[in-house]
């Protein structure tokens, strides 16, 4: 069994607290042991991370770009390693443990190639104005357990660009990946750039109310974010909080279902559904309900469902059995209510946290299953025929992540997706983030944004330059 180590100042330590059993999904075997981090040891790498920015803030863009394209390089070479460990921690399919893996080199790629000009206000005879972005010290990047890798890749990548270094603490439901990610990346970077600390119990809130840490970019639920942000109140930490979603989808009734049906499966149960962005709540237009159902079911019960290391599976388990419980309790509710079952709805017996692609039909909102976020396999589809009446349902949430119209009217649809209230609206697709479109949500799903420019910026500060010439 492989063994991981804790990296402060680029050294590998072991966890002073001990160690924990970090599970299979697909079996609930032991993948390997994951170090325990203490607080003493967080403190050290807080620590080793201010020491490091006392240089590295003025470090060189060309510097950091290169170092970026250093460590996406690094990532290729360790591809398969990477991906196999995501797959044995984390349960999806191998090919989207690779897709993942890709998507992490990629927007390291996309990072380096970002740009932090000085913005020129005013230039005179007499004065000139100048607008400096600045790194803001330490980042603690606390991660969740459904795409690992790449959501750290997404909150280191842009740290160190802008000229910050990081403290990271991963899920200690999928730690490995990102233990070994942080190993690669201290191949190439400075010591002390990027440490990691694993560990349940304290770590994160330890992080959260740490003096030391200037900032906090934290992708997770929306209970945890609250308390983070609760916890950061006495050094006003800056926070970047990308939280949860029940994201709904419109479907208007000139779409044609079976065009349709293969994209909203695979936007509602990306990654067995366990993806923030997922499509979450299907509402259908009366004229065609029955037959999108229908096309729906079909999709679902073509996927094969495995362990992700074997060949063909297409849909792995949930992640963890607490998940896993929810997701049989919201079916086992929505049952009880009268919902129809049209694929799945059973969870299959054996070891693994396996619970087949559900479509829950004849459903509507007052459901634990339409109002709660499922973050899993099940889909319920929901009927309407006032266009305006669905919109007002859609929006009837007290999260705003991402939301969809489907429809073969693209004028229609973008006037309607417009009114959506979340952060991205799809129009004929769902889910898909790209690195040069800030990325968050309204309401509570967080704030600020990911990616690109924008998400850059939200690592630094502006510091004005006044110069009276
Ligand atoms: P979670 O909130 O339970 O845990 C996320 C991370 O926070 C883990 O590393 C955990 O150890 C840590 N944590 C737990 N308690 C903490 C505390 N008190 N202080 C500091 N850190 C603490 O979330 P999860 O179950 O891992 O992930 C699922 C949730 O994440 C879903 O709601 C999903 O929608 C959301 N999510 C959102 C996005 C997004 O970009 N908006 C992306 C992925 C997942």
Same mark, same amino acid.
């Given at each position: ?8 100042? *680029? ?11 970090? @599970? ?40 950091? %770009?290169? @170092? ?13 390693? @990477? ?11 191998? &090919? $989207? ?111 959260? %109310? ?7 970019? &934290? ?62 709540? $299907? ?31 297409? &849909? ?7 998940? &896993? ?16 079952? $049209? ?22 909102? *007052? ?61 004929? *697709? ?9 990325? *968050? ?29």
């Amino acid at each position: 069994m492989q063994t991981y180590s804790l990296i402060i100042n *680029g050294q590998k330590v072991a966890g002073e607290a001990g160690s924990f059993d970090v @599970l299979n999904p697909a079996n609930e075997t032991v993948v390997a042991q994951c170090p325990q981090a203490s607080t003493a040891q967080l403190d050290e790498a807080v620590a080793a991370a201010q020491a490091c920015y006392e240089s590295w803030q003025y470090s060189s863009h060309e510097a950091r %770009k290169q @170092l970026l394209l250093d460590i996406a390089d690094r990532i290729e070479a360790n591809a398969s390693e @990477l991906a196999q460990i995501v797959v044995e921690e984390q349960g999806k399919p191998m &090919f $989207l443990a690779q897709a993942e893996v890709g998507g992490a080199i990629a927007w390291t790629r996309a990072t380096a190639d970002l740009e932090m000009p000085v913005d020129v206000l005013e230039d005179t005879d007499t004065k000139r104005v100048e607008v400096h972005r600045k790194p803001l010290g330490v980042v603690g990047s606390i991660t969740p357990w459904n795409w690992p890798l790449m959501i750290a890749v997404w909150h280191i990548m842009p740290a160190i660009r802008s000229g910050n270094t990081v403290v990271s603490k991963p899920s200690g439901l999928t730690p490995l990946n990102t233990l070994r990610l942080v190993e690669i990346i201290n191949e190439v970077a400075p010591a002390g750039l990027v440490n990691i600390v694993t560990g349940e119990s304290g770590i994160g809130s330890g992080m959260t %109310k740490h003096q030391g840490i200037r900032k906090i970019v &934290f992708t997770g639920s929306t209970p945890t974010g609250q308390t983070i942000m609760r916890g950061a109140a006495d050094n006003l930490k800056r926070l970047t909080l990308e939280l949860g979603g029940n994201d709904a989808g419109i479907v208007l009734p000139d779409a044609d279902p079976a065009a349709i049906a293969e994209g909203i499966f695979q936007t509602s149960f990306l990654n067995m559904g366990q993806t923030c962005a997922c499509l979450k709540r $299907l509402y259908v237009h009366d004229s065609i309900y029955e037959e999108m159902c229908e096309k729906l079911a079909e999709v679902a019960v073509q996927q094969t469902l495995g362990n992700g290391l074997n060949e063909g599976v297409t &849909f792995g388990p949930i992640q963890n059995k607490d998940q &896993f419980n929810l997701v049989s309790e919201l079916v086992e509710d929505a049952r009880a209510n009268g919902a129809r079952i $049209l694929s799945g709805g059973e969870p299959l017996d054996g070891k693994g946290y396996f619970y087949p692609p559900t479509i829950v039909a004849d459903i509507s909102d *007052g459901t634990r299953l339409v109002d709660e976020e499922q973050f899993g396999p099940v889909l319920p589809v929901i009927r309407y025929s006032d266009i305006d009446d669905a919109v007002k349902r859609a929006n009837a949430s007290d999260v705003g992540l991402g939301g969809s119209v489907w429809s073969a009217d693209i004028t229609k649809a973008a006037e309607i997706a417009g009114r959506l209230e979340c952060g991205t609206a799809w129009i004929n *697709g769902h889910a898909e983030l790209l690195p040069y479109a800030p990325f *968050g949500g309204c309401k509570m799903s967080g704030f600020g944004v990911e990616f690109g420019q924008e998400g850059l910026m939200e690592y630094t500060s502006a510091q004005v330059i006044n110069i009276n010439k």
